[in-house]
């Protein structure tokens, strides 16, 4: 094993233990009833989680990405993903930091911005952010899986900082890694719960139809990771946009594909509140419409592809870098 290697195994156990001991159901439920997980949040930066792919950390932006990807595996209910790109593109802190997108005169779905110390707004189309010190929450409002997703006052004279790497993008790809990571989690809930519940005298994981379901999930779940990898893969890339593109659109239709099957292989019980499944699939279907739904990247994907020309189109696509 290589020493890159080690460093990401080492993360990710980590970052498991930590998440396993402390993300469950009932600190779920506790966010979605506008609780902000505290004492998950404090092991997160006790451990430096909240400093990966930072210049100073030693760590790399691939390794940041695969953090973002287990936050997804286990719904952490804060805003991780946020506050390391806010870290990566300004100088970094401690602090709890969030994104949002700017909208006449606002920031607005900045997730947690009622707890954040500083709040960064991004533009469709531009590397320059806004930084905003102290905010300012104008409303409180929640996504589809109950996660916090507030508007922000945007102050005129807020600064602002050229990140040199579409934000917005950045922003889609950190939803690209958590909508893998809930997939798999999904695709796992999906098989212990055929193992588990019988019918008929033995387990539904016995029936060709269940099992056929489960390999569609399982097929979902590997070109999402898959995806989710190549747009890490294009970061620092001129292929980044294109691939960005790819990897929001196929994982986008990847959700709604395994959300599906595994929402009918649990039956009544999938619909339950008591069950933890919806916490996943509730998120991924959230994720999926956050900084441009797969019908916006596909658009993105289209133009670029269509700028590139018939006669280069195969060499784009076969190349990889």
């Known amino acids: ?74 719904a952490v209910p804060l805003p991780i993903a946020e506050t390391l790109l806010v870290n990566c593109w300004l100088e970094p802190g401690e602090g709890l930091y969030s994104v949002g997108v700017v909208n006449n005169g606002q920031i607005i779905d900045v ?29 409180q409002r929640v996504n589809l899986a109950g996660e916090p997703r507030d508007t922000i006052a945007l102050p005129d004279d807020a600064p602002t900082v050229d990140v040199g790497l579409d934000p917005f993008a950045q922003l889609a790809l950190t939803r690209s890694n958590l909508m893998a990571g809930a997939l798999q989690t999904l695709l796992d809930l999906g098989i212990t719960f055929a193992m588990e519940r019988t019918q008929f005298g033995r387990p539904i994981s016995k029936f060709q139809a269940i099992q056929h379901a489960l390999a569609i999930v399982a097929s979902e779940v590997a070109a999402a990771r898959r995806a989710a990898d190549a747009g890490v893969d294009g970061l620092q890339s001129e292929r980044f946009i294109p691939e960005v593109a790819a990897s929001k659109a196929r994982i986008g239709e990847a959700v709604t594909v395994a959300a599906e099957q595994i929402h009918q292989i649990h039956g009544a019980m999938g619909f339950t509140h008591e069950h933890r499944l919806h916490h996943f699939s509730r998120r991924a279907w959230a994720w999926r419409d956050e900084f441009g739904n797969e019908f916006h990247w596909q658009q993105v994907l289209g133009n670029h592809l269509a700028a590139v020309g018939a006669d280069n189109l195969w060499s784009f696509i076969a190349t990889r870098g």
């Open 1 to 74: 094993m290589s020493e890159t290697q080690s460093t990401l195994q080492l993360i990710l156990d980590s970052g498991e233990k930590i998440f396993s001991d402390h993300c469950d159901k009932k600190l779920l439920d506790q966010a979605e009833a506008g609780v902000f997980a505290e004492n998950l949040w404090q092991q997160i930066v006790a451990n430096g989680f909240n400093q990966l792919g930072t210049s100073g950390s030693g760590t790399t932006a691939e390794e940041m990405y695969a953090f973002i990807m287990q936050c997804g595996r286990f």
């Open 111 to 139: 997730p947690w911005g009622r707890k954040a110390d500083k709040v960064v707004g991004v533009q469709l189309d531009s590397d320059v952010v806004f930084v905003v010190e102290q905010p300012a929450v104008v409303e």
